[in-house]
């Protein structure tokens, strides 16, 4: 039986949201002009706060406006792209801000990439200027960059805009200034006034943010300054946060769920972003204390983290509104747990790079259900302006509860790849998102994510293609066959295992393997286990059979 279309056309999901979610937006043309009304509106308010230092909404437009005049006086043009590589502190907004008031695009790069990876998103997407911290020039990002189209480089020092040093995040001391880059800080003090006519529009690219394809090589979606603010006035809708809320910025702001319902969602509704550089717990518990914040979103495994830290108590989570958990499936039992030990009710979301983070969550005044059937958690209910669907392997809609390929319409919903015009047919048919996830949706139209369609690996919220994993594994000289799989982890949700058989006469051990690719791959990427195996299972063809191996895993 096939469900006509008008069972989700008809959004049934409506009936749950109250009338501020339902209530139709009007969303700035990009996060520059929601900034600029927020300076407007409240110049003295803190708008980034960083262990003890604070910058207000008139400071941090001066710093960003001097950037982007920098960059300009460099040559930068209007559509150039920007790499940006820094964890969460000022030094990122003010790079975003200043690249976004120049007119260019902002390619954010995750700083746990490795050489290899970060010469892939340079190449690629053409980057001509690239922003980054001090270490990371000096250690490995200028021998990088000078294979690539990069031309302008910019680079900072975290311990800049705060004196407190917390050694737990901070251990690191200031490198003398490079004589090829210029000071990042330097530049957003001296002064420049931003290029005039780069106002960026609803419709241009704000961001490349790369990920992973069926190919295994990272591809670039464009998200659009409409598509960021689109999610960002939404979030700032329907959260019900107080006036001149406070954020914490517990995921990363290179990731697109930490950009949006962090970052974006902040500055349009005037708030005070708290950042502590990375994730470690006891300094995020302490912030908590000292910021009070209202919301933060952020990987299940953070919250398994701060919950078994000793020095947390149910004050350290007192503040919040909402509690927001994404980018990895939330266990039920997590859910109650958390509850129970520290009082917040961890809300479920679910999104993709390609939908410019959520297109479903729990909204604040509901909590999500538990299938009876499957003991799955649902991850919310679309927004609506958004339409989800679930369609068989066919392409027709399978009625509600029936399992099938999830698919996404909506405003955040990005236009494509960046110049892969065969990737984006295939992944946005008619403008479509088919987000390669399988799940179902109840007749009240909560959805629930089940499986994953292909065989990405998600590890704490990052994904990994398994074949990015092999094609370092081939690299070793011991190594005959390779495959990749992702295994059930009880804190990471899933983790990296790779099987490998050896060459004749090789003589290589797990750990030797183990350590190869972590010198090679990004910290989730690198595989956790590694099992030798004599032969790899295969196919008459000789395909080598990930699901068996993934079974082998299940059962030992």
């Known amino acids: 039986m096939t469900a006509p279309a008008s069972h989700y056309a008809a959004q049934p999901w409506l009936a749950l949201l109250d009338d501020a979610q339902r209530a139709p937006i009007d969303p700035a043309a990009s996060l520059v002009h929601a900034f600029r009304r927020s300076v407007a509106e409240a110049p003295d308010r803190t708008c980034l706060a960083y262990f003890d230092g604070r910058l207000s909404y008139r400071e941090v437009d001066e710093l960003s406006d001097s950037v982007a005049g920098h960059l300009a006086a460099r040559g930068l043009a209007p559509g150039d792209r920007v790499a940006v590589l820094l964890q969460n502190s000022p030094h990122f907004v003010l790079a975003l801000l200043g ?137 700032r809708t329907g959260l019900h946060l107080p006036e001149a809320p406070v954020y914490y910025a517990l995921a990363p702001l290179f990731h697109i769920t930490g950009m949006v319902c962090q970052l974006a969602a902040c500055l349009s509704s005037a708030g005070t972003l708290v950042l502590t ?5 006891g300094v995020v518990l302490d912030a908590f204390a000292e910021h009070r914040p209202h919301y933060t979103v952020g990987p299940s495994t953070a919250f ?54 959520p297109c479903a969550s729990v909204p604040p005044h509901l909590e999500a259900p538990v299938d009876p059937a499957s003991g799955t958690l649902a991850v919310g209910l679309p927004g609506p302006d958004t339409v989800v669907r679930i369609l068989d392997e066919q392409g027709a809609e399978v009625p509600f509860g029936e399992q099938g390929e999830i698919v996404v319409r909506g405003p955040q919903v990005v236009p494509g790849y960046w110049r892969r015009p065969d990737a984006t047919a295939e992944t946005f048919p008619g403008g479509e998102l088919r987000t390669g996830d399988i799940g179902f949706m109840d007749e009240q139209g909560w959805l629930y994510v089940v499986d994953r369609k292909k065989d990405m690996i998600n590890a704490s919220g990052f994904k990994v293609w398994p074949r990015e994993v092999e094609d370092v594994l081939y690299t070793h000289p011991a190594v005959r066959e390779a495959a990749v799989v992702g295994v059930p982890d009880g804190y990471r949700g899933e983790t990296v295992k790779a099987y490998i058989s050896l060459r004749p006469g090789a003589d290589a051990d797990a750990d030797t393997l183990a350590a190869y690719c972590k010198d090679r791959l990004a910290a989730y990427k690198y595989p956790r286990q590694v099992e030798i195996l004599a032969d790899l299972p295969k196919t008459a063809t000789g395909k080598i059979l990930r699901r068996e191996l993934r079974s082998r895993a299940r059962d030992q």
């Open 99 to 235: 690249a976004w008031k120049a007119g260019a695009t902002v390619v954010p790069v995750n700083p746990m990439y490795k050489s290899g990876e970060v010469a892939h998103v340079l190449r690629d997407g053409e980057v001509a200027a690239l922003i980054c911290s001090d270490r990371a020039w000096e250690s490995y990002l200028r021998e990088t960059a000078a294979d690539s189209p990069v031309r302008i480089v910019l680079t900072g020092c975290e311990l800049d805009f705060q004196t407190r040093a917390d050694a737990r995040v901070l251990a690191f001391e200031r490198l003398p200034q490079a004589a090829d880059a210029d000071d990042l800080t330097a530049v957003a003090r001296a002064g420049h006034k931003a290029p005039e006519d780069r106002e960026p529009a609803s419709d241009g690219i704000a961001l490349i943010s790369y990920t992973s394809g069926t190919s295994g090589a990272p591809k670039g979606a464009t998200n659009t300054h409409g598509n960021i603010m689109f999610n960002a006035e939404r979030q």
């Open 304 to 357: 398994m983290a701060l919950g078994a830290h000793p020095a947390a108590t149910r004050e350290h989570f007192a503040s919040f509104v909402v509690i927001s958990s994404g980018g990895a499936p939330v266990p039920p039992a997590l859910v109650e747990k958390f509850r129970a030990g520290f009082g917040p009710y961890l809300r479920n979301g679910y999104g993709l790079t390609e939908c410019t983070a």
């Open 277 to 281: 550089y990375r994730f470690e717990a």
